[in-house]
């Protein structure tokens, strides 16, 4: 079996690509297929037609890829096969930043004075989380400054070297600076608080910043599946997400459980096409990339 992730080793698609693969009880390959938050990976799926052993990871720009014209695919494409977890956002800031405080780095967000550095592609959900917040504080959301990386821990080292001010990566991508402590943890996207080393930082909610938001993974596989296939695949998924391991895994990396099978799947993706067209026509998503 071959397990397609759209970032690099140690980002998003890769994580959640290991985890499946490290419990599903057969011989996983994963194959990094990065660029264009996840693009170029469903590109290559795409032209497997039928292929029964070959899933990639989905998530948000599956679909807003196609929104802002990144790519002319979207799930619609592909065969939604399933909703695996949700994982929320942390901001995050270096050590002795002037941004420390959450009020000082929404004060530099308003006003447009702070660079912000993020994964994976424009209109991919922590560029979302940004526009959201840079919207609440009438903040002009197509003139901030923005860096766009590959994977998580590229905008983090592109922050630990200075160039950008704020980091906007999920929680976990965070985790191994805040042990380091060469990051420090600002705010959250969750709807309450986290546990660990985010339980002292406050939600975007305790802000009064009404943004509660976080990127979903799943799977999709090829075109052209047959229902056998289907089926197969959603009898494996089902029972390896209800085992042990899983739920320790997500509880290991602060992931949210939110298994769903192919047909609840793609009814969760058909929404989520609806609602974030919506919010990227109304946030006007149109920024400027400074990527070094």
């Known amino acids: 079996m071959e397990i397609i992730a759209g970032t690099p080793p140690g980002g998003g698609q890769d994580r959640t690509a290991r985890a499946i693969a490290g419990i599903l009880d057969t011989e996983v390959t994963i194959t990094n297929v990065p660029g264009r938050g996840g693009g170029n990976a469903w590109d290559r799926l795409i032209a497997r037609k039928g292929a029964t ?8 720009t599956l679909i807003t890829n ?36 959450p009020s000082a780095l929404l004060d530099a967000i308003g006003e447009g004075s702070a660079f912000v550095s993020f994964a994976t592609a424009l209109g ?21 400054p923005i860096r766009v990386f590959e994977s998580a821990p590229q905008a983090l080292a592109d922050l630990d070297a200075g160039n950008g001010d704020i980091a906007v990566v999920s929680a976990v991508s965070a985790l191994p600076g805040l042990g380091e ?84 799947t793609w009814q969760f993706l058909e929404g989520e096409r609806e609602q974030l067209s919506r919010l990227l026509e109304q946030t006007g998503l149109v920024a400027r990339v400074d990527d070094g």
């Open 181 to 264: 402590g060469t990051l420090v943890p600002v705010m959250v996207t969750a709807p309450e608080r986290l546990g660990g080393v985010f339980a002292d930082t406050p939600t975007c909610l305790e802000m009064d910043v009404p943004c509660v938001r976080g990127t979903w993974r799943g799977l999709v596989g090829p075109p052209g599946l047959d229902e056998s296939a289907v089926d197969a695949w959603a009898e494996r998924l089902g029972n390896t997400t209800a085992t042990g391991p899983w739920k320790r895994l997500l509880e290991d990396n602060l992931w949210t459980g939110t298994y769903l099978g192919p047909k609840y």
């Open 124 to 144: 991919n959900m922590n560029h979302l989380i940004l526009a959201e917040i840079a919207t609440h504080l009438d903040a002009p959301v197509s003139r901030l």
């Open 66 to 101: 196609a929104i802002v014209g990144e790519s002319a695919i979207d799930h619609r494409d592909l065969t939604p096969l399933a909703l695996l977890y949700t994982e929320h956002s942390a901001l995050v800031v270096r050590p002795g930043s002037r941004l420390e405080e």
């Open 53 to 60: 052993d070959l899933v990639a990871v989905s998530s948000p």
